[in-house]
């Protein structure tokens, strides 16, 4: 259970090159798409949950003309404050609700689903792994339920030994060796990184195209995090899964993901390379993201003062919604929203401090401006 | 404001629904009042009185069931409950006028009492759980089992009718005429003593055990251990916190038997021959009295409905969580 | 009561591996180990005992009442209303009929409409209340209408009514009306807690993983409701025997048929209390309240089980007190005992 | 209000703005002293044993970080300690001695009813895990901060206790108007806040905080953090922080006991135990959690899992996932000793066979050396 | 008044309880549900035109408000004289005019008129007698003419007679009303009555919401004067105070009848029918099931006793029914009945089996039901009792005959006619599945029929003894029902302190109070020493 940093991932191609299929032999089919090709793709994704109230118009503005692509082989990070809309996105690729705007493209086909025959395939090739671990799995079921459920919906009716050797292949893939020890256990009986484990063999039992991570790991202390962290990259690297992974830990998203998302607020503040996000943040948010998390080998460089709160997503402010708190907003900042521009190689950032308006802030270093 | 308009938006509906099954139950059973009253008197009404009474209890006429419940709600609408056939020329509303503040006097003092010893009781045996108060828990349990009319019976056969402390039946003295003189005032105490006693005794335990097993909940939050770690004195922690919160589904039930409390215990009131609504329910029941059953179901239903309006406004009183908006 | 000791050290067995989900890690667990039969774990409380083995008494009775009655309910003999004796243990009524045997062969009566009332209200509870807790929406809203309609209208006249209306009362007839009357808390109480099952991320999960609704239902949030909808079970149980008590008390139902109701049905209207004649009137009194006695206590024992708050001492209280703990929130008892080990 | 200055109060330790190394030493001077702490959880005749004669030291003016695994039992230590822990704890030995101001020690465990009302918040105070569920949702969060500090100074009226309040809440960053809100209407990094300023209220001595931070993003873990920080070099309380971002309790805490399966393995200054960890686990654990700066280094996990705690035996708990075990591991259970590597702070301590070779040679074998990875220097 | 006599007026309370529940304030004496008729006290203060004794129906009329009451021939027209020197209770003087308004009032709202409906003719006033003339002839009514109570003409002229609810109570009789209130109302003695001041200083009517509760307060002495079904009276009512407690029973021709339904089996056969009839115990069923409140029937002809003597056909005096288990086999074997060991079965080969239904809850028939099916055993015939809902067995069981043998009540009268009517009469004949007024059995034979019908409008009182003997006769021999015992008017009384009442040796009234005799009763009520 060890990745050398020679198994790091390489950075991602460019999304318009075609990302060479050399070596890329996974279980699913050798003669499949290349990884890197675009498998599931958000197009102006939108969820505004309606609040309690008859004739109430007010909204929670949760995602917000949200754009990204998810590619075979790949790992797409989410990181951002809590509240600010990464589970609803899990949620809306998944379709467990409906989205208010916006269209989910599977293969550039259109996603939408009617009628539980095309959500059962859909499903079947999108599977999502809940935040928690905990929350996720019935006490009252045992994992040989869980797992044949998940085996007989996908796969159809597996019988006797048949279905027996499918169990232990699925359990051992998410390293859940020997597989006697666990099938019969019911969720209490198993730690936490286990029961992750099973989560993700329950949608891995799919042999989906996508897995939906949500925060699988914040509940988790270090050393299960990392079991998990390991799974998920096995599983990418061998059977060439696309994967959303959302999390807090800008960390683990540098480790693990191609390219990281940051939000706020509902909405995309900033993407790109993983490695180039965390080390070298564009926009003043991710910036602040970046420099408050705890680093012991760089006790210096953090940002201080830092104060606020998320703003409400009933009525977001004006303009970009990071204004109130950002050191360098302007009247700019306060009217007009950002669009994302491009700030570098496959990277962009919602800010107009990198547009060429005349207007236009001048950024700094955040943890200087908030000293 | 908008969660307290949806519910009543919801109240009504329920009011809609209610007051309509109301009208139709006592329309699709079989027989009618006149027959009733001549099997009350099993020979002693003649059966050719029955056009008579036909005539009388204006049943000669012949409308639909539509046109009733229509009549029915005009009639709702401007307050008027019609005629009683029982007590034939009486407004349903003055009967209903006659015997409510009994009903509610007594049972609704009997209620209070219980439920604020009951709730007193649960708080102390659910924060001292463990100790010998847990032994209380099976004896209001008993009580709580017996069938009421039971226990009544026998408190009647015991303490009126043996020990003659209290009177068996009646609400006051029947040689007083109901004035506000101490001497009605205290006759009507004394009568209703024995009644508000085993009302008491059958229903306390309800609400020791509901309080019980909340306190026992709420005991351990961890605001309850905060407040222990404040070193606040054990009376605030108990009432100011554990207790504070843990009545709060309490409230709903007890406003749900406020409501009740206008229904009357029915069987109550007929073994000590109370003037309560509920023994003029059953009566109508038996008679087959459907304007008098009707408005007296209509004064229930909205009685409910109101406790439980009420209830949720106590409820975001005490509660300010279901104040939140959105 | 003496409560049967192998119960308990069995329940102390299975008890065990329920402590683990606190830990989220269970150390290599030797083999794999069937929970299930911690769902009997409420076994091990004694207020869960003692009611059990009251009411398997009374179910006992219920079965061979009939037969081991010394005498036919209904036969009149010459010794009227005669006091209890050897020959008539709880004495004879006015028709010299033997009270006892009465009682013997009426516990039947109330056990099957308890139970057919209880299944039934269960039933319906369950099939609306999760219904409504799991559409949601429109359905939700109608469905809790209906719901607190019932709640609404007062149960016992309404019973009357319907009972009024039906050709004939027997047993089953009164249970069903009962049940028709009495569901409606119970689903409600339903309601509230599929509602918040459904937000969980399992039933989420479920139907991520393409589930039909159909089977969310029945496999992944039914099973969760287990114990509420067992005690909602037992409430109604004891809530329809003292309905058939009542309502046979104030002579609604069919006389012709014993059971402890008609008993005092009978006993009323001959006024046994004002003849003196208390062994007619209290023997069935005192079943019934044994009897809802013991269901309450089951209902306890299962209050216990649901809420592992309430769990651990419950089942330890005697030992406890022998050890002079009292477990309280905030002032964590300190007892210094011998320790063999580590010392 | 006065907010006893640390700078004069008399016997604080000398606390160092100018640099972290100088509170680095180890308090001589203890404020809370846990002897042989042992907590049993379950009332039956099987008992698990959580805790087993754990023993810490907290100097004044310390912060002291606790971390480990989950379940290892931290929590468990620092509701004991304050006699807080619920049902079906029991604490079955040891002491917990309190010495206050002016030099005057007790044991808080036998301390009765009215003894302890009294001590608590006024001595020691501790904010709770979940703040969500740590307010009484029903008051006013003033009320809660007043009728903490009404209890204790009962001449104090409640308009006082309010204005005490309101600096409180300023004092943590919260407009004081927050004093009418209900802590449904506070976000849960404010309620946090809220409880920190409850705690603050007395002017307590110690102070423990349970994971005060998990529950919040980054942004808001960076907030709070800083202000506890900001808050303990003015007021000059200690400090007892428990979370598993080890990354995080480096930053902040002057010494770290890492905790595994109920015993404390390691108790030494922060960056000692980050750059030089004695004991398996904490190195284990300090190679688990990837950095997020600098370059990428190699991320070792700790294979296995944690022991049951109802089921353990009578070696080192650690044995089966320690890749430096030897026999003597599975049959002596370590305890607590101060390694004498070169160069070492001579108070840190670990409970680790491979530093111990005299409890390896009292059963009878022969200690193997220490190993290279847990000598570093 | 002071304590002792006062013109002979004690100032002791004479309390009456009754079972009705509360009562609202509506006193109004011709509406049949207000609170002066449900507890009684109307007959007080409102009289009636002419006192008759139920008890024994054969005495004359005593004059009250009517010096007399003559009737034509054909029983169509009645003159009545009203009494002289009557007075209302406001000082006004009674006069023929009242009494022809107070019947014209009958006749004018149907809702009042419970009597003769749709049967009266011209009511007129002449010289100061009141002529009322009737569709049909009225031999058998003629009692629910003089039990009319008789209302003040120029209080009522012009309310609305249905809804008045008469607040002041305007009447001849012996009591006014002093107060009401729901569960008590009190009246005082009119000072200016007609027949000289009660000595019953004050009268209070109590209402107790059941029989229970009433039993609770007769016996513990709180209600004086009233009536209900007391179990075990002796020791439960009598014996708590046996100098002052009485029940009497009074007579009248009330009976409660076992209607057999004379057109499906097993009672389409007459010989099964005379059988059953000659094993049931009718000594053990009044005792037990009746507790001895319901006074045995002796007489063959199902006649009650002694009120029916004189109307027992010569044929059947001194004839009394008794058990003869094998007489009634014998009737049985000799009409083609067989036996299979214990089992009767009748000439078809079927087993004879029947259900006895009646209302749940009304335990002295249910209980009278079980004797008689032990009865039905002793002959070899399962009977089975089957208690079912009142309202079933009032709308559907009882009208449309769907059932083999149930109890029921008949009319009283002050003949034998609405008994034998009621069982027995082709006139109320309809085919089964059809609503029956009496009749219930459908017994049919057409002298009955005629011979009925003769009585009741016969001029002459032999050829009435005439019909009714050919009534008997087919009673006795057909058995359309069974009678099984007589249902008298029956009341409780304490004379703790006041006596005067009916007693069984002197049956001067039907004791209960509420009827027109209360007035009577009352006026020979004195305080006790
Ligand atoms: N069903 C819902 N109804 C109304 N509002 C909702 C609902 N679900 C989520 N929200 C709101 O939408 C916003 C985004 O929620 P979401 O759960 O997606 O956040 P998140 O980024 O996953 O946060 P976290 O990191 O805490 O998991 C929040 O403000 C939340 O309150
Ligand atoms: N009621 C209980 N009964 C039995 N064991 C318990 C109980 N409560 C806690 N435990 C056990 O005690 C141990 C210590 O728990 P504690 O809460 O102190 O852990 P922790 O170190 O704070 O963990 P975390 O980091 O998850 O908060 C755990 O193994 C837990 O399983
Ligand atoms: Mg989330
Ligand atoms: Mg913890
Ligand atoms: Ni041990």
């Known amino acids: 259970m060890s990745s050398s940093p020679s198994e790091a991932p390489t950075p991602p191609a460019p999304p318009a090159a075609p990302a060479g299929p050399a070596g890329a032999v996974g279980p699913i089919d050798p003669a499949g798409p290349a990884d890197g090709d675009v498998v599931l793709e958000a197009v102006d994704l939108q969820k505004h949950f309606k609040l309690r109230g008859i004739g109430s118009r007010d909204v929670v503005h949760a995602v917000d003309g949200v754009n990204f692509e998810l590619r075979r082989g790949r790992v797409l990070a989410l990181v951002g404050e809590s509240g600010s809309g990464k589970s609803t996105i899990a949620r809306l690729l998944a379709q467990l609700m409906p989205a208010t705007g916006g269209r989910l493209l599977l293969h550039g086909e259109d996603a939408a689903t009617k009628g539980r025959r095309a959500f059962r395939r859909y499903v079947g090739r999108v599977q999502m792994i809940f935040q928690d671990p905990f929350g996720s799995l019935n006490p009252v079921h045992t994992v040989r339920y869980m797992l044949t459920r998940s085996l007989r919906i996908h796969r159809g009716r597996l019988r006797g030994t048949e279905l027996e050797d499918a169990l232990v292949e699925l359990l051992e893939r998410v390293q859940l060796k020997p597989a006697e020890r666990y099938i019969d256990k019911f969720p209490h009986e198993l730690s936490g990184g286990q029961r992750q484990r099973v989560a993700i063999a329950r949608a891995l039992a799919a042999d989906p195209e996508v897995l939906l991570a949500d925060e699988p790991i914040s509940m988790l202390d270090v050393s299960i995090r990392l079991g998990i962290l390991n799974l998920l990259q096995d599983l990418r690297d061998r059977l060439h899964i696309a994967i959303l992974y959302i999390t807090h830990d800008i960390a683990s998203a540098r480790y693990f993901a191609d390219r990281t998302m940051v939000m706020y607020a509902g909405r995309i503040v900033e993407s790109g390379d993983s490695e180039a996000v965390t080390q070298d943040p564009k926009h003043p948010y991710t910036q602040l993201l970046v420099r408050s998390a705890p680093d012991p080998d760089d006790l210096e460089a953090r940002a201080h003062g830092a104060r606020g709160e998320a703003p409400s997503l009933v009525k977001p402010p004006s303009g970009c919604r990071f204004n109130p708190r950002c050191p360098f907003a302007t009247e700019l900042c306060r009217t007009e929203q950002p669009p994302l521009l491009p700030v570098g190689e496959g990277r962009e950032a919602a800010c107009w401090g990198y547009s060429d308006r005349a207007d236009k802030p001048v950024l700094s270093d955040i943890t200087e401006a908030l000293a | 404001m908008r969660f307290f308009l949806r519910r009543l938006g919801f109240y009504v509906i329920t009011f809609w629904a209610a007051v309509t099954i109301n009208f139709f139950i006592p329309r699709i059973m079989p027989g009618d009042p006149v027959r009733a009253l001549i099997a009350k008197n099993q020979g002693r009404i003649s059966t050719d009185a029955e056009s008579a009474l036909r005539t009388l209890f204006g049943l000669d006429k012949d409308t639909t069931l539509w046109q009733q419940y229509v009549d029915y709600w005009n009639l709702i609408l401007h307050g008027d409950l019609g005629t009683s056939f029982t007590y034939f020329p009486t407004p349903v509303a003055d009967v209903i006028a006659g015997a409510i503040p009994w009903t509610i006097g007594l049972v609704g003092i009997a209620t209070i009492i219980s439920f604020t010893v009951g709730t007193l009781i649960g708080s102390g045996i659910g924060w001292r759980r463990g100790t010998w108060a847990d032994s209380l828990l099976p004896i209001s349990t008993f009580f709580s089992a017996v069938p009421y009319f039971w226990l009544a019976l026998i408190a009647i056969t015991i303490f009126s009718v043996t020990l003659g402390w209290f009177p068996a039946s009646g609400s006051y003295d029947r040689s007083l005429v109901p004035t506000f003189s101490w001497e009605f005032i205290s006759s009507v105490i004394y009568y209703g003593t024995l009644p508000a006693l085993t009302i008491v005794i059958s229903s306390i335990s309800g609400w020791i055990l509901g309080m019980r097993n909340m306190m026992v909940t709420v005991s351990s939050e961890d605001y309850v251990t905060v407040a222990q770690a404040k070193g606040l004195s054990e009376r605030t922690v108990l009432f100011g916190y554990a207790a504070r919160n843990a009545i709060l589904p309490q409230v709903s039930s007890f406003a749900l038997s406020l409501g009740f409390i206008v229904g009357g215990t029915l069987i109550m009131e007929i073994v000590f021959s109370y003037q309560g609504i509920g023994y003029y329910l059953f009566t109508a029941v038996a008679a087959k009295d459907y304007p008098l059953m009707q408005g007296i179901f209509l004064v229930i239903t909205v009685a409910v409905l109101f406790a439980n309006i009420v209830a949720d406004f106590v409820y975001g009183v005490l509660d300010p969580r279901t104040r939140q908006e959105g | 009561m003496t409560i049967d000791t192998s119960i308990v050290e069995e329940g102390r067995e299975l008890e065990k591996p329920s402590q683990a989900p606190m830990t989220g890690a269970v150390a290599a667990a030797p083999g794999p180990r069937r929970s299930g039969p911690r769902k009997l774990l409420f076994l091990r409380n004694s207020k869960a005992i003692t009611g059990m083995v009251i009411l398997a008494f009374f179910l006992l009775i219920a079965v061979i009442g009939p037969w081991i009655a010394p005498y036919d309910p209904s036969a009149r003999s010459s010794d009227i209303l005669q006091p209890p004796s050897w020959e008539h243990w709880f004495g004879t009524t006015h028709l010299g009929q033997d009270v006892f045997s009465q009682i013997l062969v009426g516990t039947r009566g109330v056990i099957v409409v308890g139970f057919v009332a209880g299944i039934l209200a269960t039933g319906i509870g369950v099939i609306i209340g999760v219904t409504a807790g799991y559409v949601g929406g429109l359905g939700d809203e109608t469905l809790s209408v209906l719901a607190n309609v019932f709640l609404v209208i007062p149960q016992l006249p309404l019973i009357i009514i319907i009972a009024g209306q039906l050709p004939s009362v027997g047993g089953v007839t009164v249970a069903v009306v009962i049940a028709i009357t009495g569901w409606a808390w119970g689903a409600r109480v339903l309601r509230a807690q599929t509602l918040s099952l459904r937000k969980r991320d399992f039933v989420e999960a479920a139907r991520a993983n393409g589930e039909s609704t159909w089977r969310i239902i029945t496999a992944e949030i039914l099973p969760n409701l287990t114990a509420i909808i067992a005690s909602g079970f037992v409430g109604t149980v004891a809530f329809a025997v003292l309905s058939l008590i009542t309502l046979s008390f104030i002579g609604i139902g069919d006389t012709g048929e014993w059971n402890w109701g008609t008993v005092l049905y009978q006993a009323q209207s001959q006024l046994a209390l004002q003849r003196g004649a208390w062994w007619w009137f209290v023997p069935a009194g005192l079943c019934i309240a044994l009897l809802g006695m013991s269901l309450t206590l089951i209902n306890f024992g299962i209050d216990e089980f649901v809420n592992p708050r309430l769990r651990s001492t419950g089942l330890n209280a005697r030992s406890l007190r022998k050890r002079g703990i009292r477990p309280r929130i905030g002032f964590t008892p300190v007892v210094r005992e011998a320790k063999e080990d580590r010392a | 209000m006065t907010l006893t200055s640390p700078l004069d109060g008399a016997g604080a330790a000398p606390l160092a703005s100018d640099g972290r190394s100088q509170r680095l030493t180890p308090s001589a001077d203890p404020v809370l002293e846990i002897k042989n702490l042992s907590v049993d959880y379950g009332y039956d005749d099987d008992p698990v044993h959580v805790l087993r004669q754990v023993s810490l030291t907290l100097g004044r003016g310390e912060v002291l970080g606790l971390a480990g695994e989950s379940g290892c039992g931290k929590s468990t230590l620092a509701y004991a300690a304050t006699r807080l822990l619920p049902p079906p704890g029991l604490i079955t030995g040891g002491e917990v001695l309190f010495t206050d101001r002016s030099g005057v020690k007790t044991d808080l465990l036998r301390l009765n009813d009215t003894q302890l009302r009294a001590s608590r918040w006024q001595d020691m105070a501790i904010v709770f895990q979940g703040a969500m569920n740590s307010l009484n949702p029903v008051y006013r969060i003033g009320r809660q901060i007043a009728d903490g500090i009404r209890a204790h100074e009962p001449k104090t009226t409640q308009k006082e206790a309010l204005e005490r309040a309101a600096e409180l809440l300023d004092l943590v960053g919260i407009a004081p108007d927050r004093l009418k809100s209900y802590p449904h209407q506070l976000s849960g990094g404010m309620r946090q806040r809220v409880m920190i300023a409850m705690a603050l209220a007395l002017d307590p001595q110690v102070l423990i905080m349970d994971e005060p931070t998990t529950a919040l993003d980054v942004v808001m873990q960076r907030q709070i953090v800083e202000q506890i920080a900001e808050l303990r070099d003015r007021l000059g309380f200690s400090v007892i922080f428990i979370t598993h971002d080890v990354s995080l309790l480096i930053e902040i805490a002057d010494r770290i006991a890492i905790m595994y399966a109920g015993e404390i393995v390691e108790d030494a200054a922060a960056l000692d135990v980050y750059h030089r960890p004695r004991h398996p686990y904490s190195s284990a654990l300090l190679h688990s959690f990837p950095p997020l700066r600098g370059p990428r280094r190699e991320l070792i996990g700790i294979p296995g899992s944690p022991p049951d705690l109802s089921k353990l035996g009578h070696g080192c708990p650690f044995a089966d996932r320690c890749e430096f075990a030897f026999d003597a591991c599975a049959k002596v259970n370590p305890q607590l000793v101060f390694p004498n590597v070169p160069g070492d702070d001579p108070r840190r301590a670990v409970a680790c066979l491979r530093h111990d070779p005299s409890a390896v040679r009292a059963v009878g074998e022969e200690p193997p050396p220490v190993p290279p990875e847990l000598s570093l220097t | ?529």
Do not use: C
């Open chain 5, 1 to 529: 008044s002071t304590g002792g006599d006062d013109g002979g007026t004690s100032t002791k309370v004479l309390t009456v309880g009754m079972p009705n529940g509360p009562q609202q304030p509506n006193q109004n004496p011709l509406a049949t549900g207000s609170a002066s008729l449900s507890l009684g006290y109307a007959f007080v203060v409102y009289e009636s035109l002419m006192q008759i004794n139920e008890i024994d129906p054969t005495e004359a009329p005593t004059p009250w408000l009517a010096e007399s009451v003559e009737w034509n021939p054909e029983y169509t027209q009645a003159t009545i004289t009203p009494r002289e020197g009557v007075k209302w209770s406001d000082g006004e003087d009674f006069t023929a005019d009242d009494i022809a308004f107070s019947i014209q009032l009958r006749k004018d709202n149907p809702e009042l008129n419970v009597d003769f409906p749709d049967q009266y003719g011209d009511i007129t006033v002449e010289d100061g007698k009141v002529v009322v003339n009737f569709t049909t002839g009225q031999y058998v009514n003629e009692v629910k003419l003089y039990k009319l109570l008789i209302v003040p003409k120029h209080i009522w002229e012009g309310e609305d007679a249905v809804t008045f609810s008469d607040d002041e109570m305007i009447g001849t009789g012996p009591f006014t009303l002093k107060s009401f209130s729901p569960q008590a109302v009190t009246l005082t003695p009119n000072d200016d009555y007609w027949g000289g001041k009660s000595k019953v200083g004050e009268l209070r009517y109590d209402a107790y919401n059941d029989n229970a509760g009433l039993t609770t307060a007769l016996t513990t002495g709180e209600a004086q004067w009233g009536w209900t079904f007391i179990p075990d009276y002796e020791s439960t009512y009598i014996d708590k105070d046996p100098e002052h407690f009485n029940q009497v029973a009074g007579g009248g021709f009330g009976v409660d009848v076992l209607y057999l339904n004379n057109e499906t089996k097993p009672f389409d056969n007459v010989a099964f029918r005379q059988a059953l009839n000659m094993v049931i115990d009718h000594a053990d069923i009044t005792a037990t099931a009746g507790y001895g409140v319901w006074p045995e029937i002796t007489s063959v002809t199902g006649l009650p006793q002694p009120s029916g003597d004189a109307f027992i056909s010569s044929e059947y005096e001194g004839q009394n029914l008794e058990v003869d288990v094998d007489g009634a086999k014998k009737v049985l074997t000799d009409a083609g009945y067989t036996y299979d060991g214990d089992k009767l079965i009748d000439p078809d080969g079927e087993a004879v089996s029947f259900k006895l239904t009646n209302p749940s809850g009304w335990t002295d028939y249910l209980d009278a039901l079980g004797i008689i099916a032990e009865g039905a055993a002793s002959l070899g015939a399962e009977a089975t009792v089957d208690a079912i809902v009142q309202d079933t067995w009032f709308n559907d069981t009882i009208p449309f005959g769907n059932f083999q043998a149930s109890l029921h009540w008949t009319d009283g009268g002050s003949t034998p006619w609405n008994l034998y009517s009621n069982i027995m009469d082709g006139a109320s004949y309809v085919p089964l599945g059809e609503t029956a007024n009496w009749n219930f059995g459908r017994y049919q034979n057409d002298d009955v029929t005629k011979a009925l019908a003769d009585f009741k409008s016969g001029t002459d009182p032999d050829a009435r003894q005439a019909s009714l003997d050919i009534v008997q006769q087919h009673y006795v021999e057909d058995v359309p029902g069974i009678v099984i015992w007589s249902r008298p008017a029956v009341a409780q009384y304490s004379t703790q302190n006041y006596t005067g009442f009916p007693t069984s040796e002197d049956p001067y009234a039907n004791p209960q109070p509420t009827g027109p005799q209360a007035a009577l009763i009352l006026s020979k009520l004195t305080p006790s020493e």
